[in-house]
């Protein structure tokens, strides 16, 4: 029973990842045909993200009272729905709306699956989980570009990526018994807790340190990922497309980074984990403070990359070792929207940063949130002390 969950649950974090950059690619076609401005963009993506907010927050009673199984189930179906409403678009109005349900499906999902993760299996699992959605989230834009240069709208792109949503929703059916036996083994050995308020959330000791180390490790990636290729480009003076292809290197990095961390995190345990990874992104910032020229730009990139590996899935499978797994999801929402929260704020506050200002804080600005991330993490290990993995 286990063996075919987490058969079925690798499968869900490709699938997940497939829509997570679609927009970033099939906007530069689709602002022209809509009519809009190029930055209407950020409109769609705060939608998105308003929604994955509000449902991580309230994943923990939706999931007790339904069901990981079936919350997993409606939540990819939701995405599904949105996926084909993007594809029957013709206003940018419409996208909008159909970016509710986008968001809302979500949310719920990743809190839900990672919190499953967190309790019933291994560490390593967590790893390659999160790099097989990587494999999904590049594999997303890959499908939508030969979409395009095959002579296709990019709402075909979404209608694909719909269509293999559907096909996880078919797989997800008739695992709802497995899912649902599991649950109720795991309630009679928790004693069924009832779901914990928000309020009383954030009064779990260490819980303000995790969500705001959280925030900080998603303001880091989201960061570090959209401003790369501008920075090379402005300050280091690298050509567009040499810089474009390096961006991608830190993608890469996490990707192989995860996949490798996997073979060792069992062994180190979580918490080393976390702080390897934030020492190796610490000094992939310094790689792009120091003029040491460009070869060492892309090195520090690759090493940001490497160090962003292993610290989300480390945070995450120790959410039930540091909480109890009575409040693991309770815990787990809170993350998920400060991580989402993190993602959405931080990459656009640097933009005004770096025009009104200077591009060539950018580095500066990723150390700040790798040592203030790493702060919070220890303050929560404090409070914890040393209960291990």
């Not at 997570?20 to 689709?30: E, R, T, V």
């Not at 990922?225 to 090379?232: F, I, P, R, V």
């Amino acid at each position: 029973m286990t063996s075919i969950l987490l058969v079925i649950i690798y499968i869900a974090f490709i699938s997940l990842g497939l829509p997570d950059s679609l927009l970033g690619s099939a906007w530069p076609s689709m602002y022209g045909e809509l009519g809009v401005p190029v930055s209407y963009a950020g409109a769609i993506s705060m939608i998105i993200a308003a929604g994955t907010i509000i449902s991580s927050l309230f994943s923990d009673r939706m999931i007790r009272r339904f069901g990981t199984g079936m919350i997993t189930l409606i939540s990819v179906a939701m995405t599904a729905l949105a996926l084909f409403g993007f594809f029957s678009s013709g206003s940018f109005w419409q996208l909008c709306l159909w970016g509710i349900p986008y968001g809302l499906g979500a949310g719920s999902v990743d809190a839900a699956l990672n919190n499953f993760v967190a309790l019933h299996y291994k560490s390593r699992h967590m790893s390659w989980l999160h790099s097989f959605w990587g494999i999904g989230a590049t594999t997303g834009p890959y499908i939508m570009g030969l979409c395009l240069t095959n002579g296709f709208q990019w709402n075909y792109g979404y209608m694909v990526i719909g269509i293999l949503q559907v096909a996880l929703v078919l797989c997800l059916i008739p695992t709802l018994p497995l899912w649902k036996r599991k649950q109720k083994a795991q309630e009679e050995e928790i004693h069924a807790p009832k779901a914990l308020r928000l309020s009383d959330t954030i009064k779990l000791p260490g819980a303000k340190a995790i969500l705001v180390a959280f925030f900080c490790y998603c303001a880091l990636e989201a960061t570090t990922g959209l401003w790369a290729s501008s920075y090379m480009v402005l300050h280091k003076g690298i050509d567009a497309q040499t810089a474009a292809k390096w961006a991608a290197l830190f993608y890469l990095g996490i990707t192989i980074g995860r996949l490798a961390c996997g073979f060792i995190t069992d062994k180190l345990g979580d918490r080393q984990m976390v702080r390897i990874g934030q020492a190796i992104a610490g000094l992939g910032t310094l790689l792009l403070l120091l003029p040491f020229g460009n070869n060492m730009t892309l090195a520090g990139l690759i090493f940001i990359g490497l160090g962003c590996a292993p610290i989300y899935p480390s945070l995450l499978h120790e959410t039930p070792d540091n909480f109890g797994a009575d409040k693991s999801q309770s815990i787990m929402g809170m993350q998920m929207a400060c991580a989402y929260v993190g993602t959405t704020l931080i990459p656009p506050l640097f933009g005004l940063i770096a025009e009104h200002v200077s591009i060539a804080l950018y580095p500066l600005y990723l150390i700040f949130f790798i040592v203030f991330m790493f702060i919070m993490a220890e303050r929560m290990n404090k409070v914890h002390g040393k209960r291990v993995n």
